[in-house]
Nanobody, 127 residues
């Protein structure tokens, strides 16, 4: 089992920044892929960014490219999402996810590909 705990959410104005953290514990060895997803009220959960923990390859949904950066600190078993130039449409509950199966790039944004999930942290961006 892998336990994931997110933190770092909050309320900011348009153009502001936040850094989300996801602390992983439990059997984290050979966790091949980790990602950030978000879900706004009335909408489906969507992939935002993902990282292959082995080679560090990163993947982003088009709407956040150039604004968000996913990174990992293997020594701390922690995943990060640096979010800059935030927009009201970024408002959502953000979830950390992990999985032990290697994935092709096209699968990293698919929520069905992840077995482990955190409880989420709320991000609210006001105009």
């Amino acid at each position: 089992q892998v336990q994931l705990v997110e933190s770092g959410g909050g309320s900011v104005q348009t153009g502001g920044s936040l850094r989300l953290s996801c602390a992983a514990s439990g059997y984290t060895y050979r966790t091949y892929c980790m990602g950030w997803f978000r879900q706004a009220p009335g909408k489906e959960r969507e992939g935002v960014a993902a990282i292959s923990t082995g080679d560090g390859s990163t993947y982003y949904v088009d709407s956040v490219k150039g604004r968000f950066t996913i990174s990992q600190d293997n020594a701390k078993n922690t995943l990060y999402l640096q979010m800059n130039s935030l927009k009201p449409e970024d408002t959502a509950m953000y979830y950390c996810a992990a999985d032990r199966r290697p994935k092709p790039p096209r699968a990293t944004m698919n929520r069905g590909e992840y077995n482990y999930w955190g409880q989420g942290t709320q991000v609210t961006v006001s105009s």
